[in-house]
């Protein structure tokens, strides 16, 4: 990852007193070397077809989950916050079929009038013009994403995770390993994350343990609200199905809006993602 690509796009959205109001199209040598270092991108065109098919396309990669898997734990102990969402972006797309539109309207449309991606809880458009990932990217490299259900930063999100495993790797590790190595203080960051998510009390709730989430790893608030949405997108925080009231903060997120303590994680597929790297 090129320093100064991220310097150029982080000034381009944050400043002294948080958001900037850039006004695009993005110009100027500075967006260019940006660009030429795959951190910022010309305004994209594209229909929630053709999202679905490359979407589609990146699922048939063998290595998709392991290279998912071991950039997030990666990340924990790096901070490199960027690695994370790609966790999340995977678990919601990796039972998406192949599908238009308007194949399947949704008959109750939570998140989208498309069925297929209503009942993935994903949020697409039918058709994106001149659409801004430079945003998106902003947010993913310095929080871990904030639009984790979007389905355009779903594509954007694993495509560039790829991009970034095949420019850090040469063509045998490419392979045969993932250049992301995952060391034994990430599996203590993850081991603590699932011992605190046991709370077992069903006064706390997702604002609450991202206060508890502080002792666990390096991380501002907002990295660890995202991690808390990315958990819950990819089905590790699942909100169980008991009647329940909004508590304090829920407001805040999307997919761990309802999670409340005696729901825990989900030991299933917490297996699955992460089992040879559990103690």
Same mark, same amino acid.
Request: charged fraction near 25%; proline fraction near 5%; glycine fraction near 8%.
């Given at each position: 990852?090129?320093?100064?690509?991220?310097?150029?796009?982080?000034?381009?959205?944050?400043?002294?007193?948080?958001?900037?109001?850039?006004?695009?199209?993005?110009?100027?040598?500075? /967006? !260019?070397?940006? $660009?030429?270092? #795959? %951190?910022?991108?010309?305004? =994209?065109?594209?229909?929630?077809?053709?999202?679905?098919?490359?979407?589609?396309?990146?699922?048939?990669?063998?290595?998709?989950?392991?290279?998912?898997?071991?950039?997030?734990?990666?990340?924990?102990?790096?901070?490199?916050?960027?690695?994370?969402?790609?966790?999340?972006?995977?678990?919601?797309?990796?039972?998406?079929?192949?599908?238009?539109?308007?194949?399947?309207?949704?008959?109750?449309?939570?998140?989208?009038?498309?069925?297929?991606?209503?009942?993935?809880?994903?949020?697409?458009?039918?058709?994106?013009?001149?659409?801004?990932?430079?945003?998106?990217? /902003? !947010?993913?490299? $310095?929080?871990? #994403? %904030?639009?984790?259900?979007? =389905?355009?930063?779903?594509?954007?999100?694993?495509?560039?995770?790829?991009?970034?495993?095949?420019?850090?790797?040469?063509?045998?590790?490419?392979?045969?390993?993932?250049?992301?190595?995952?060391?034994?203080?990430?599996?203590?960051?993850?081991?603590?994350?699932?011992?605190?998510?046991?709370?077992?009390?069903?006064?706390?709730?997702?604002?609450?343990?991202?206060?508890?989430?502080?002792?666990?790893?390096?991380?501002?608030?907002?990295?660890?609200?995202?991690?808390?949405?990315?958990?819950?997108?990819?089905?590790?925080?699942?909100?169980?199905?008991?009647?329940?009231?909004?508590?304090?903060?829920?407001?805040?997120?999307?997919?761990?809006?309802?999670?409340?303590?005696?729901?825990?994680?989900?030991?299933?597929?917490?297996?699955?993602?992460?089992?040879?790297?559990?103690?």
């Amino acid at each position: 990852m090129d320093k100064k690509a991220v310097k150029i796009l982080m000034n381009t959205f944050w400043g002294g007193g948080g958001w900037k109001s850039p006004r695009d199209p993005f110009s100027g040598d500075d /967006f !260019e070397f940006a $660009k030429s270092k #795959g %951190v910022m991108f010309d305004p =994209l065109t594209i229909t929630h077809d053709e999202i679905v098919q490359r979407l589609h396309n990146i699922h048939q990669e063998p290595s998709l989950k392991e290279r998912v898997i071991t950039a997030f734990l990666h990340s924990l102990s790096t901070k490199k916050v960027y690695l994370r969402s790609a966790l999340s972006s995977w678990a919601l797309t990796r039972n998406m079929p192949l599908h238009t539109f308007e194949e399947r309207p949704a008959l109750h449309a939570n998140t989208s009038s498309c069925g297929d991606c209503n009942f993935l809880r994903l949020q697409p458009d039918e058709q994106y013009v001149n659409a801004d990932l430079n945003v998106l990217n /902003f !947010e993913r490299m $310095k929080w871990g #994403g %904030v639009r984790h259900g979007w =389905l355009l930063y779903c594509l954007m999100d694993l495509e560039l995770l790829l991009q970034a495993y095949n420019g850090n790797s040469t063509s045998t590790e490419r392979n045969h390993i993932h250049p992301y190595e995952v060391t034994e203080e990430d599996q203590t960051i993850l081991a603590r994350l699932l011992e605190t998510a046991q709370t077992g009390d069903p006064k706390d709730s997702a604002r609450s343990l991202e206060k508890k989430w502080k002792d666990c790893l390096p991380s501002s608030k907002h990295e660890r609200d995202a991690l808390l949405e990315i958990w819950a997108a990819a089905g590790i925080l699942v909100p169980g199905d008991t009647p329940r009231k909004p508590k304090g903060g829920s407001g805040d997120f999307v997919f761990a809006a309802t999670w409340q303590g005696d729901d825990g994680y989900h030991a299933e597929n917490v297996l699955d993602y992460f089992g040879p790297y559990l103690p």
